[in-house]
């Protein structure tokens, strides 16, 4: 099994920063795809953004496209979400989650960490 966990979240400003990390640990080997996903209140989680392990293909929702960057660091197992300019529509919780092939369907995902508060004031 591999597991996940995520940090960085927390309160910001509308225009304000912040990075988002994943920890991954455990059976990584199968895991090719990493991915961010939020889930607002109310709301269905959705596709935020993606990135094989081994190049550097990156994947973007249209709503972040410009303002999130989803980058690596192979040798910490850790993948991150730096996120720009935020939004207060930005508000939800955030998860990582591991994948096999790249999709933006949450389902297909066979991995998930416990999520992260990111909060943006206006």
């Known amino acids: 099994q591999v597991q996940l966990v995520e940090s960085g979240g927390g309160l910001v400003q509308a225009g304000g920063s912040l990075r988002l990390s994943c920890a991954a640990s455990g059976r990584t080997f199968s895991t090719y795809y990493m991915g961010w996903f939020r889930q607002a209140p109310g709301k269905e989680r959705g596709f935020v953004a993606a990135?094989?392990?081994?190049?550097?293909?990156?994947y973007y929702a249209d709503s972040v496209k410009g303002r999130f960057t989803i980058s690596r660091d192979n040798a910490k197992n850790t993948v991150y979400l730096q996120m720009n300019n935020l939004k207060p529509e930005d508000t939800a919780v955030y998860y990582c989650?591991?994948?096999?092939?790249?999709?933006?369907?949450?389902?297909?995902?066979?991995?998930w960490g416990q999520g992260t508060q990111v909060t943006v004031s206006s």
């Open positions: 990135m094989r392990l081994s190049s550097t293909s990156t």
């Open positions: 989650a591991a994948a096999r092939y790249y999709t933006p369907i949450s389902d297909e995902y066979y991995a």
